[in-house]
């Protein structure tokens, strides 16, 4: 498998997370967003939608972190990133796309760079933006944390898509100097879940473009 990343991207990092903790082995392909390189066509030919990370396996290219994950899910079912019960799946997806949905794409580079760019804004409303979205979002994560997690996990003690899913947007909401001190339970479950290898191996410190 070849997985096309960028180190500081969280959706990539999602994937990375998923291949260690599957234990799944990959080649990793720097695609660096600082110059531009997901809008070369050698890249667009692989992902239309010039966003990493894409997932190419036997001749195939996956784009899209959610369905990457799903997709090694599926073919790689141990350890599970889901849990058995159905009711539990779908409280553990609701979580995961709370961030991957309704928050992350609010805040995606091509957005900032919308905001700031044809939309003239400087980066004191930029970084007002991002960080009102990361509030937004991790008030109501909070509260279904509380609900559902040890301490350790967001869900049940279990490793899931959702933990898969917080730990990229912390270091994300960190990069962008966001209050974290209402969200006990989410950063409280964030530094336990980064100490598992699956997770540190996946940093972005720890990958081989960072710079
Ligand atoms: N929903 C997509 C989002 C992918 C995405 O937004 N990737 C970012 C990096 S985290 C990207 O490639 N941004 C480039 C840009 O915005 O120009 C997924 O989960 O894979």
């Given at each position: 498998m070849q997985l096309f990343t960028f180190f500081r991207?969280?959706?990539?990092?999602?994937?990375?997370?998923?291949?260690?903790?599957?234990?799944?082995?990959y080649e990793s392909v720097p695609v660096d967003l600082r110059p531009g390189e997901h809008h070369r066509p050698e890249y667009l030919a692989r992902n239309p939608q010039g966003l990493v990370p894409a997932l190419a396996d036997d001749g195939a290219v996956i784009g899209q972190s959610l369905?990457?994950?799903?997709y090694?899910?599926?073919?790689?079912?141990?350890?599970?990133?889901?849990p058995r019960e159905p009711r539990h799946r779908a409280q553990v997806r609701a979580?995961?796309?709370?961030?991957?949905?309704?928050?992350?794409?609010?805040?995606?580079?091509?957005?900032?760079?919308?905001?700031?760019?044809?939309l003239g804004q400087d980066e004191q409303s930029v970084n007002a933006w991002y960080r009102h979205w990361v509030g937004v979002v991790f008030a109501g994560?909070?509260?279904?944390?509380r609900a559902h997690s040890d301490g350790r996990t967001l869900f049940a003690g279990c490793v899931t898509l959702a933990d898969v899913c917080l730990v990229p947007q912390l270091f994300n909401a960190r990069r962008f100097s966001c209050e974290l001190a209402p969200f006990p339970t989410l950063t409280a479950v964030g530094a336990s879940l980064e100490t598992l290898p699956a997770f540190a191996q996946a940093a972005p410190a720890a990958q081989p473009d960072a710079s």
């Open positions: 991207s969280s959706a990539a990092y999602r994937v990375r997370i998923a291949l260690n903790f599957k234990g799944i082995a369905a990457i994950i799903e090694l899910e599926e073919t790689h079912p141990e350890p599970p990133l889901l979580m995961a796309l709370a961030i991957a949905c309704d928050l992350h794409p609010l805040n995606n580079l091509r957005v900032l760079n919308y905001l700031r760019g044809p994560l909070e509260t279904q944390a």
